[in-house]
């Protein structure tokens, strides 16, 4: 395995309280105005999804060590109906001095599919959703600003097995083309390998020359991987998987990632790669053993670290 686990895991804990007392998880973190934003995915007692934020200096930053905005959170649910239920999964990136955001939203129907929607903000901590949401459909954004476009990434089922990975282009970040939509990594449906059936929450690192992205994969599950997988591309449409994979695996039983693990987001700071990522578990049996086995009743989502030397090995 590259990465190794931070020994203080979960770092951020669900926490009595505040509006991650049951579930904390999908982290995002982007370098804005000095510092670097973590904005990650809570659930209160009221059993909504909300998206917070908190923030790091560079100068001291361990990796661990985050202040949280005290009004947390600042992304709610609803009170539009496609986003009633949850708003999940940020997924953020800078663009001429404002934040775009984008975010998985389940509205309040449970029978309509997820939609992708997007909030913008001028000071990263107040954001405003955009008129036209939800923009395409899906679940897990990623984006990339490169030469002129946005690329916008997340994961959709498949028809004859669980989720790929999916692609599609904007110029301004809220017009996008779905009849430009391609699919850039899908399960490998070789037996034996890690991502066999499913792929899902990719999240992107560039380090020049490469792209390189982090995905959980799984191979029996739609959306409970089991472990991260690494793939580099130059230019955002072609991948080529890590012969490695995978590059880190669920904890072991009874640990509290001892279920699954998604949204490995990662950032180089110095010699070494950070990886933020959720991970469930407190269940046993039942979290190792079953799709999303007592989820929200036995087992929980929280946010942990994992490090690694860089550069990634090269293939």
């Known amino acids: 395995m590259l990465f190794s686990r931070h020994p203080g895991n979960p770092i951020i804990p669900r926490s009595p309280g505040t509006f991650h007392s049951r579930h904390v998880a ?36 361990d990796g661990v060590s985050w202040e949280h905005y005290a009004d947390n959170p600042i992304i ?12 999940l999964d940020p997924g953020a990136v800078v663009m001429d001095d404002r934040i775009f955001l984008y975010y998985s939203a389940h509205p309040a129907v449970p029978s309509r599919y997820p939609g992708i929607c997007l909030a913008t903000s001028e000071d990263g901590i107040l954001f405003s959703k955009n008129a036209q949401n939800p923009i395409v459909v899906g679940m897990s954004p990623e984006v990339v600003y490169r030469d002129g476009l946005f690329h916008l990434f997340y994961t959709r089922p498949m028809m004859d097995r669980g989720q790929a990975w999916f692609m599609c282009l904007s110029e301004d970040g809220v017009h996008y083309h779905p009849w430009d ?12 390998d890690f991502d066999a059936y499913s792929i899902v929450t990719p999240r992107i690192l560039w380090d020049a020359p490469w792209y390189y992205a982090i995905y959980a994969g799984s191979d029996r599950y739609s959306d409970y991987p089991h472990a991260f997988g690494l793939a580099r591309s130059q230019d955002l449409y072609h991948w080529e998987r890590y012969p490695g994979n995978p590059i880190m695996l669920r904890g072991e039983p009874g640990a509290w990632d001892e279920g699954a693990l998604w949204f490995g987001t990662t950032i180089r700071h110095g010699d070494r790669y950070y990886l933020w990522y959720e991970g469930c578990g407190g269940g046993g049996a039942l979290a190792r053993d079953a799709d999303y086995g007592g989820y929200g009743s036995e087992t929980f989502s929280q946010i942990g670290l994992a490090t690694c030397p860089a550069p990634f090995p090269q293939w």
């Open 26 to 61: 999908n982290p995002d973190v982007i370098t804005w105005q000095g510092k670097y934003l973590l904005y990650y995915r809570g659930q209160g007692e009221d059993r909504h999804d909300q998206i917070g934020v908190a923030w790091a200096d560079p100068a001291t930053f």
């Open 76 to 87: 709610k649910a609803g009170p539009d109906a496609y986003d009633a239920q949850h708003v």
């Open 181 to 192: 939509e391609r699919v850039v990594l899908r399960p490998t449906e070789q037996a034996g």
